[in-house]
């Protein structure tokens, strides 16, 4: 187990950030480390495999591959599946399941594929032991994962269990939660981590993942550490040294060294990014609040960086003073509840104070949520940098800003880019131009 060959498939965009991240969570250039189209190889051992399982917040999930070799088809499938030592990884009592992806393969159907898989799996144990083990689709100890090309299988056995974004923390969400691991790679693009003491703010939080993240980040909390993970089911797994790396990392947790906002329109959505920030162990790291984002004012007096996945469609429109006149004037009378927050901070109450009614009756004149954020964050947030995760390529020009980067992401299937405004005083269209896309 001191030299497995793992694959850590990654959002499309993400692999130079979580190839960085592999060598921050191992330490110095870990052997064969190699970012590649979705995910990052590497070799390690046993130990470190679970280190990446607990500390990665990129990665989708850690595999170790098994074995690979040609095939033309279903049979080879089957022969080289029915090869793998997989008495070795788990036990004929242990139920498990087939997952499978392909690229360019020829196979009429990737559902009959897995199936000889499975079966392959299954007789090997007959073989051995005179049982088959069951099969689980919902809940399986073991997960094996077949990765086919044009004529190629690759086999692993999956060390995560349930995907990693999934951290434990985050039952209560609305309608279109940001994934924890989009969050996280939205903060490695940012190198918010390196820029020491700069305060973060989300103005559009729902339930609060991007804060969350960061606030973990900051207190050095592993985000691995409120779930469980598919290695405690495979059979070279040690409770004792498992043990032992989870309370090195206990260990390596800190008290807050930065400050961190959130607010949302929607109250409700508050009350879930509170109750998730609790259960993440940083509910004193972070000061949620309601709040319509065209009207909340700047969180602290220092300028520091604003991060946000915006409202982006019909779903999921702009509520608040944008919403005003369709329909969505209850959130008005949410929004105005923003002095909350002046009360809990009170040195900050000039930083926070909302805008006043008439202000606030003349933002509702339009119902462009995109450029009035723009022209709020250009009065009110200078000196801030914004970043913005959205779908909308045209989005600067919306919202007449020059971005001065953009950053490819995905978000599942959805192409986005993650755009950096510089906000500048005085200036109405950001300073630099805008770089090669990163
Ligand atoms: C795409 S979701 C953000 C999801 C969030 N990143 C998460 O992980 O749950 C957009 C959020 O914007 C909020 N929202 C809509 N209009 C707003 C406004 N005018 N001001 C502040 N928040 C607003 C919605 O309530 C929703 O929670």
């Known amino acids: 187990m001191n030299s497995l060959t793992l694959f850590c498939p990654c959002a499309a965009g993400v692999e130079s950030y979580l190839a960085?991240?592999?060598?921050?969570?191992?330490?110095?250039?870990?052997?064969?480390?190699?970012?590649?189209?979705?995910?990052?190889?590497?070799?390690?051992?046993?130990?470190?495999?679970?280190?990446?399982?607990?500390?990665?917040?990129?990665?989708?999930?850690?595999?170790?591959?098994?074995?690979?070799?040609?095939?033309?088809?279903?049979?080879?499938?089957?022969?080289?599946?029915?090869?793998?030592?997989?008495?070795?990884?788990?036990?004929?009592?242990?139920?498990?399941?087939?997952?499978?992806?392909?690229?360019?393969?020829?196979?009429?159907?990737?559902?009959?594929?897995?199936?000889?898989?499975?079966?392959?799996?299954?007789?090997?144990?007959?073989?051995?032991?005179?049982?088959?083990?069951?099969?689980?689709?919902?809940?399986?100890?073991?997960?094996?994962?077949?990765?086919?090309?044009?004529?190629?299988?690759?086999?692993?056995?999956?060390?995560?269990?349930?995907?990693?974004?999934?951290?434990?923390?985050?039952?209560?969400?609305?309608?279109?939660?940001?994934?924890?691991?989009?969050?996280?790679?939205?903060?490695?693009?940012?190198?918010?981590?390196?820029?020491?003491g700069l305060a973060l703010y989300d103005p559009c939080c729902g339930s609060g993942t991007i804060a969350i993240e960061a606030a973990q980040i900051d207190c050095h909390i592993a985000p691995g550490m409120f779930r469980q993970f598919g290695f405690e089911n495979l059979l070279p797994f040690q409770a004792s040294s498992w043990q032992t790396i989870k309370n090195r990392a206990r260990q390596e947790e800190r008290a807050p060294t930065r400050a961190i906002y959130g607010s949302d329109v929607s109250h409700r959505m508050v009350d879930f990014a509170q109750q998730n920030a609790v259960r993440a162990g940083v509910a004193h790291a972070i000061e949620f609040r309601g709040g319509d984002a065209l009207v909340r004012m700047p969180p602290c007096e220092t300028a520091g960086m604003l991060m946000v996945n915006p409202p982006y469609d019909e779903r999921m429109s702009a509520l608040g003073v944008a919403g005003a006149g369709k329909g969505l004037g209850r959130e008005r009378a949410q929004m105005n509840s923003a002095a909350a927050w002046a009360h809990k901070s009170p040195s900050r109450e000039h930083a926070h104070a909302p805008v006043s009614a008439s202000e606030s009756e003349n933002v509702s004149a339009s119902s462009d949520f995109f450029s009035l954020l723009a022209s709020h964050w250009k009065k009110n947030f200078s000196g801030w940098q914004a970043w913005v995760l959205t779908p909308n390529l045209k989005l600067p020009g919306q919202m007449r800003l020059k971005e001065s980067r953009r950053v490819p992401l995905w978000n599942g299937p959805i192409e986005c880019r993650l755009f950096k405004f510089d906000m500048v005083k005085g200036s109405h269209t950001g300073v630099k131009k805008a770089g090669p896309e990163a």
């Open 20 to 196: 960085q991240e592999c060598r921050a969570i191992l330490g110095g250039e870990p052997t064969a480390l190699a970012a590649q189209r979705g995910g990052v190889s590497l070799q390690a051992s046993w130990s470190e495999m679970m280190q990446l399982n607990l500390r990665t917040r990129l990665a989708q999930r850690v595999l170790i591959q098994v074995k690979s070799g040609f095939y033309r088809g279903e049979e080879d499938l089957y022969t080289l599946a029915k090869s793998v030592p997989w008495e070795m990884w788990f036990k004929h009592e242990q139920t498990f399941k087939v997952e499978i992806t392909a690229q360019y393969s020829p196979l009429k159907s990737l559902n009959f594929a897995a199936l000889k898989v499975k079966d392959a799996v299954a007789d090997r144990f007959r073989d051995l032991k005179g049982v088959r083990p069951s099969v689980d689709v919902k809940w399986p100890h073991v997960r094996i994962y077949v990765h086919l090309t044009q004529d190629q299988m690759l086999l692993s056995v999956d060390t995560s269990g349930e995907p990693l974004f999934k951290r434990g923390w985050r039952l209560d969400k609305g309608e279109a939660p940001l994934k924890e691991t989009l969050a996280a790679a939205m903060l490695a693009a940012s190198g918010w981590e390196a820029q020491s």
